[in-house]
């Protein structure tokens, strides 16, 4: 049996972020892996970013289109998940979206 590979920078998955609180990022839904591919190898946490199709487009998201819908990566509302909570691979970003998340990051991280 071979095993399946570890969640990977820029794969997007389906990922149970409830129980919320406040004005986190409620319910089910799509987010994208910004972890290095290295930490996700080892730990059994990853860090993502949710994904909406709603919301505005602050300074701190990344317009991205996925699986023919157009939205946000909302950068503002990383979190650390544990595995457990990953419920399917749904796919994966493009290679530029992957590197604009990384950007913003960047510059959110460096000022």
Do not use: W
């Amino acid at each position: 049996m071979v095993e399946p590979r570890p969640p990977a920078r820029g794969d997007v998955y389906v990922i149970q972020l409830d129980p919320a609180r406040g004005s986190e990022i409620r319910k089910t839904r799509p987010c994208v892996v910004v972890s290095p591919d290295e930490l996700n190898a080892h730990l059994r946490t990853l860090i993502v970013a949710p994904m909406t199709t709603g919301g505005h487009p602050y300074p701190f998201r990344v317009g991205c289109r996925f699986q023919q819908k157009a939205g946000h990566v909302v950068l503002d509302q990383l979190r650390t998940v544990d595995t457990a909570r990953l419920v399917r691979r749904l796919g994966r970003l493009t290679p530029t979206t992957v590197d604009q998340i990384l950007g913003r990051l960047q510059e959110m991280f460096s000022k």
